[in-house]
């Protein structure tokens, strides 16, 4: 909860310094959603939390909003927090996520997709491959 709260406080900060401890935050939280155990990936699945990173991907930079939506991968890729993942929505943020970024206009180039916004889709959907592969509802829900 209180990253959250960091997240959105960092992001919305004019200090010099603020972007990069923004970046070390998202980093860290990162890091908690790739390498911790499940009771940590529970913590991090918690409404509260899910409810603020869902929050800062509309306020985030694009590299940061990278960084979220890998943790979300990271976290689907848990089966204790799948319930928890899918309670707080995140089926239908991922897949309106997924086609903001394909039908927009800033994700073309003339050569395709950014790097950025198609790395961005290849997170979301192993993200939205994880949450729906055992459950037919989530399936349904994508």
Aim: charged share 20%.
């Amino acid at each position: 909860v209180h990253f959250c709260v960091l997240v959105d406080t960092l992001a919305s900060d004019i200090q010099k310094d603020a972007a990069h401890h923004l970046k070390v935050v998202v980093d860290l939280l990162l890091l908690f959603a790739r390498e911790g155990d499940a009771i940590v990936k529970v913590y991090m699945a918690k409404g509260v939390v899910l409810e603020g990173l869902i929050a800062s991907l509309e306020f985030l930079p694009p590299d940061l909003v990278l960084q979220i939506i890998t943790m979300f991968k990271w976290l689907a890729g848990e089966p204790k927090v799948l319930n928890m993942l899918e309670n707080a929505g995140m089926v239908p943020v991922l897949v309106h996520f997924l086609s903001q970024r394909i039908f927009s206009e800033e994700a073309h180039s003339d050569n395709g997709f950014l790097e950025e916004s198609s790395d961005a889709c290849s997170e979301c959907l192993f993200a939205l491959f994880s949450l729906c592969r055992y459950s037919r509802p989530r399936q349904e829900q994508a």
